[in-house]
Antibody
Framework: QVQLQESGPGLVKPSETLSLTCTVS????????WSWIRQPAGKGLEWIGR???????TYNPSLKSRVTMSVDTSKNQFSLSLSSVTAADTAVYYC?????????????WGRGTLVTVSS | DIQMTQSPSSLSASVGDRVTITCRAS??????LNWYSQKPGKAPTLLIY???SLQSEVPARFSGSGSGTDFTLTISSLQPEDFATYYC?????????FGQGTKVEIK
């Protein structure tokens, strides 16, 4: 059974960089796409972007100037950095696996981690 | 970006009811449509992918249909564990986008 676990600071100051890591267990991270999604309290889901294990990335244009994703296959982990954060970046952040195949879909998700942006 | 619009935003239903949720894309996405359910405080779970394919271990009372711009999620007989918020998501184009959600509540 594939399991994902997000980790990182739960509190980030405005203008600083949010950094999260997703650790995957139960399967190799290699040859899959991996995504980050966020959800502000009481609101809907926002796709942040995805990374392939080759390091190829696709970001949401609304966040592209502030987002960096990376992957470490030796640790079976991938990471998210979001710079210059504001209160609007306060949300639960999820990591997820893109289901193999043409049609996508996110078939395994982490439990999510709440990140609050506040001084 | 492709806009995804769900209707209704919320609904009240009883156990055993047939429930239908619709999702409309702002442009054609062929069959690149996924459905998720989410319970409070939990991560979403994939129910349907490719518009009509049932994800492994998802009960057969869930079904999806549609193509192009109009899609439907149907729960044939609502069970107590089905009270949740449901989201559609297009995987045709990046950025991937989600509908705003449909909350299914107990009548």
């Amino acid at each position: 059974q594939v399991q994902l676990q997000e980790s990182g600071p739960g509190l980030v100051k405005p203008s600083e960089t949010l950094s999260l890591t997703c650790t995957v267990s139960g399967d190799s991270i290699v040859s899959y796409y991996w995504s980050w999604i966020r959800q502000p309290a009481g609101k809907g889901l926002e796709w942040i972007g995805r990374i392939f294990t080759s390091g190829s990335t696709t970001y949401n244009p609304s966040l592209k100037s502030r987002v960096t994703m990376s992957v470490d296959t030796s640790k079976n982990q991938f990471s998210l950095s979001l710079s210059s954060v504001t209160a609007a970046d306060t949300a639960v952040y999820y990591c997820a696996r893109v289901k193999p195949g043409v049609y996508g879909g996110l078939d395994y998700w982490g439990r999510g981690t709440l990140v609050t942006v506040s001084s | 970006d492709i806009q995804m619009t769900q209707s209704p935003s919320s609904l009240s239903a009883s156990v055993g009811d047939r429930v239908t949720i619709t999702c409309r894309a702002s442009q054609s996405i062929s069959g690149y449509l996924n459905w998720y359910s989410q319970k409070p405080g939990k991560a979403p779970t994939l129910l349907i992918y490719a518009a009509s394919s049932l994800q492994s271990e998802v009960p057969a009372r869930f079904s999806g249909s549609g193509s192009g711009t109009d899609f439907t999620l149907t729960i044939s007989s609502l069970q107590p564990e089905d009270f949740a918020t449901y989201y559609c998501q297009q995987s045709h184009t990046t950025p991937r986008t989600f509908g705003q959600g449909t909350k299914v509540e107990i009548k």
